[in-house]
């Protein structure tokens, strides 16, 4: 079963920026997306990314996060700028195997067939 690890967390000041990374063990599937959850919340969707370039974000980071993926090193990426205190989360990557809409998975987690362990983003003001 294909395994997906998350790197680049960690701590930065509010404006600051941060770009995520997430290996699949074998290779990107349809979909890949992006949530995040932070303590008492649920987990929300940020961005998720279907076939080559199909995008789609949460209205709270659109302008500011830009997902992206390198089929050729089976890696998804998540680039975060003008990072805010609200973003303090622990990010997960996701993947879907098959195609779906990428606006339609952004408020749908339970689509996705695999996780990663996750990797903690904290925000200071």
């Known amino acids: 079963q294909v395994q997906l690890m998350e790197s680049g967390g960690g701590s930065v000041e509010a404006g600051g920026s941060l770009r995520l990374s997430c290996v699949a063990s074998a290779y990107l599937h349809a979909c890949m997306g992006w949530f995040r959850q932070a303590p008492g919340n649920e987990r929300e969707g940020v961005a998720t990314?279907?076939?080559?370039?199909?995008?789609s974000y949460a209205d709270a980071v659109k302008g500011r996060f830009t997902i992206s993926k390198d089929n050729t090193k089976n890696t998804m990426y998540l680039q975060m700028d003008g990072l805010k205190p609200e973003d303090t989360a622990m990010y997960y990557c996701?993947?879907?195997?098959?195609?779906?809409?990428?606006?339609?998975?952004?408020?749908?987690?339970?689509?996705?067939?695999?996780w990663g362990q996750g990797t903690l983003i904290t925000v200071s003001s």
């Open positions: 990314i279907c076939g080559d370039s199909q995008t």
């Open positions: 996701a993947a879907r195997v098959a195609y779906y809409s990428p606006l339609a998975l952004i408020s749908r987690p339970a689509l996705f067939e695999l």
